[in-house]
């Protein structure tokens, strides 16, 4: 399918191109040190995923150990409840740990495993992305340093807990404001003092070449096998497809099912408490170009130029820009990008829980506050939304907060 110019028929094969270019965006913007580094994962990368017992093994770790694939949901009663449009649900919540995150963490530590490394080493503000890799590394019996700033400590004290259980080694960083930024610069500090025995996981579609790509090869397991499923549930392809956007990895791995089909495709933003400075995270809607954590994307920026704070009620989404991806997609026009408030959010939260029994992560309450709207405007079709995770983690937040609804 030609889109714009662009022939989505061979994307996979030159987007990004060999330096980790999607259009203007994407890159490697980092210090030499770190540089040769990338290049040594990249290399890695592009021959070891190519090689048919790194296939097999991650294909055998999938079914026997994530428990994929993981099924799509018919959601007859939200549906029905809307109108005439059927709304569907790729159940990500039921990979093993509760959302996808898994998908590349297994990708990326397996990957070291493969180049001989004896550490995985990564950067965490919930911690979900903490307790992922850290899943991942005792599975292959990795060493495992998670560096988190001491308020997000305090704040994620569960999390802490099962990256502790799961024997990784919790670093507490207190400089600065002491969350995720602080976190990062010390995740890479130790990253560059030690890169031949470790590797640097990155937790979304973001940072430098080749981790937008690589992320998004690992989560592109979710669009392939839901393309199939829904085809073979339906006898069609979905009218539309919707998945919340953060770094943007669930998303990517969705969308990248369906790039190259006359399917709508929708990335949803958080806008949190409304579209003023400070009270979103909605990059892609408000944003504008610049560098930050090693790449050229859509970024909000506050008066110096420097990633602007941000807000969300999930705290998965809250980030100040996403992967290069999604900002050469956005400008090419084949992937919409909306926003829905915290408020929305909830009321999706409460509802998909009532009707269908599923709890959702409250990033991926998001997608589906978009699918309900999107279902009353459209009045006839399919839309397949991305349940990148189950709810339990915001259960007692919300319930605290918002009450029993
Ligand atoms: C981390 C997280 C997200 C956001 O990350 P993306 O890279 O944008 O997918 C979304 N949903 C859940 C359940 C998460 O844990």
């Known amino acids: 399918m030609n889109y714009n110019g662009i022939d989505f028929d061979t994307y996979f094969k030159y987007y990004p191109d060999q330096n980790g270019y999607f259009g203007k965006y994407g890159g490697a913007y980092v210090s030499p040190e770190l540089k040769k580094a990338m290049e040594e994962i990249s290399e890695a990368y592009f021959t070891i995923c190519k090689s048919r017992t790194f296939i097999s093994e991650l294909r055998r770790i999938r079914k026997e150990f994530q428990g994929r694939p993981t099924p799509i949901s018919h959601l007859e009663r939200l549906s029905s409840k809307l109108g005439n449009v059927q709304l569907y649900v790729k159940r990500e919540d039921l ?6 995150k898994l998908n590349h963490c297994m990708g990326e530590a397996l990957l070291a495993k493969f180049m001989g490394k004896k ?69 890479f500090a130790a990253y560059c003092k030690d890169y031949k025995d470790c590797i640097y996981c ?19 397991i979710v669009g392939i096998e839901a393309r199939e ?13 919707v998945a919340c956007v953060g770094g943007g990895s669930n998303a990517m791995g969705i969308f990248s099912g369906f790039l190259n089909d006359p399917v709508e495709i929708y990335g949803v933003e958080p806008l949190g ?33 420097e990633p602007a704070p941000v807000y969300s009620v999930a ?38 829980s009532r009707l269908e029994g599923i709890i959702p992560a409250i990033e991926s309450s998001h997608a589906v506050a978009y699918a309900m709207k999107l279902a ?17 983690k915001d259960m007692d937040y919300i319930i605290e907060k918002y009450g029993l609804r």
Do not use: W
């Not at 003023?276 to 909000?300: C, P």
């Not at 009353?376 to 339990?392: V, Y």
């Open 229 to 241: 499923q829904f085809l073979e549930m339906t006898g069609e392809l979905p009218d539309a497809v």
């Open 376 to 392: 009353k405007e459209m009045g006839k079709g399919s839309i397949l939304i991305n349940l990148s995770g189950r709810g339990d």
């Open 119 to 187: 550490k995985v080493i990564a950067e965490t503000g919930a911690g979900q992305h903490g307790v992922a890799l850290a899943t991942a590394a005792a599975y292959f019996g990795l060493e495992c340093d998670i560096y988190m700033g001491s308020v997000d400590i305090k704040k994620q004290a569960p999390n802490v807990a099962r990256m502790k259980l799961l024997g990784a080694n919790v670093v507490e960083v207190t400089e600065g404001l002491a969350t995720l930024k602080e976190a990062v610069d010390a995740a």
């Open 315 to 352: 705290s998965g989404l809250d980030y100040p820009s996403s992967g290069p991806e999604h900002a050469f997609l956005h400008d090419l026009g084949r992937v919409k990008y909306d926003v829905v408030s915290d408020d929305e959010t909830l009321e999706a939260f409460y509802t998909l």
């Open 95 to 100: 990979n093993h740990t509760g959302a996808h």
């Open 273 to 305: 408490r409304g579209a003023t400075l400070g009270d979103h995270a909605a990059s892609l809607k408000y944003g504008t170009e610049g560098i930050m954590h090693g790449f050229n994307s859509i970024m909000l920026k506050d008066e110096n130029g």
């Open 202 to 220: 990155i937790g979304s579609v973001l940072g430098p070449h080749p981790f937008p790509m690589m992320v998004r090869d690992f989560q592109s």
